[in-house]
């Protein structure tokens, strides 16, 4: 492994970049990042992900891998090590992969609309965003029943793509002026939270809340002028 | 694999149902077929997937298996037979799932744009499918130069997830407007095309272009009032 070079190219507060940082944290493989400015893209980044040219891109031996679930199934497959992320066994897997995909198809979506709409558009965000986090209180709690995370007692596939949506959490309410229902009524999807939170190697790359809620607050500004 | 009870809900003209069918027809996976009409989804559609309620949706020895590329790779875990899809190099791996979930990113969102737009953003959205159909074209020559599918000499993941769109063509340069560059432009493409198309496994399911275009212009008529 110490001859391998891995290079992140990404922008820091992005769940998606958040994804391959929590990979690589959590299997232990050392590499090198690359802070990215959206308006101002490096050149390295327009070439190694010509299709999409977005963050985050992994590059591994000078190979670029590009999409965030595809870079985090990449280092599952090339650095199985001690904490594999998809399971064996075929259904289980194909949960983990449902539900890290359904961050990106109802918690991003709904985000998403929370920093750019308005009005009618902008409500029914919020309770998009509310009815996907209500979900996944209930898939917890069916998948890994007195377990903290999808993948039983350590964190899997469908917890990386979930769990870096937690520290937006707060900006998403801010920006969507709604309050999240509490444990009494999510107690899966708390202790969840707990449990991520409280994993070393997820520590080491999340931002803080209120450095995600002030970006988050800035961004639905400049694309909207709403305070 | 003579006891495994294997059951397909779909609705027939689905990109998405396709390539389920495509694994299973690949592999010589025998399954019982359950078609679903959109306005009047059955119970057991609704049961097995609560959270989107959309076809398709595999039922494999009573477990539901919903996402048609989660599905495909479910196929190719439980079946892997002789006709793998998923590479097992890492790198090759990751770049059959780039493209395959390509299909969902850029083919199906800008055809879905063909469908519901109207003035500039239908032109946009007829742009962008060609851009995409070229990007298609591009990438053939460059992973799998000399070859006929992204796969080299057989289909494989990309290939599943891309070739449902074919049969797509037709009906959506017909609610376009547009007429797609022809072979001179894109060989690779065409090539791909042919090859797609002479696969036997393949032409079980697809239905054909003018029973797809039929219904993408109903499809268009429905939604928009247009003609």
């Given at each position: ?23 690589l ?17 490096s ?77 009618e ?50 900006g ?5 002026g ?50």
């Amino acid at each position: 492994m110490s001859k391998d070079s891995v290079k992140l190219l990404n922008f820091w507060p992005s769940m998606f970049g958040l994804r391959v940082h929590y990979a690589l944290d959590l299997k232990g493989v050392s590499y090198d990042y690359q802070e990215e400015s959206l308006s101002n893209k490096s050149k390295e980044l327009l070439e190694a992900n010509p299709i999409y040219t977005k963050i985050p891109v992994l590059i591994h031996n000078g190979k670029p891998i590009c999409e965030s679930l595809v870079i985090v199934d990449y280092i599952d497959s090339v650095w199985p090590g001690s904490h594999k992320l998809l399971p064996e066994d075929p259904y289980e897997k194909a949960v983990a992969r449902f539900w890290a995909d359904f961050g990106d198809k109802k918690l991003h979506d709904a985000g998403d609309r929370l920093i750019r709409a308005m009005g009618e558009e902008h409500k029914k965000a919020g309770e998009d965003f509310k009815w996907a986090l209500m979900k996944i209180d209930e898939a917890l709690g069916t998948i890994a029943p007195g377990k903290p995370f999808f993948g039983g007692d350590a964190m899997n596939f469908a917890d990386v793509g979930l769990a870096p949506f937690i520290c937006w959490f707060k900006g998403y309410q801010k920006v969507g002026g709604f309050v999240l229902p509490g444990p009494e009524e999510w107690p899966n999807l708390y202790k969840w939270v707990d449990a991520v939170n409280s994993v070393d190697a997820i520590k080491i790359s999340t931002p803080s809340d209120d450095k995600v809620t002030e970006s988050v607050e800035h961004y639905r500004k400049s694309v909207t002028g709403a305070a």
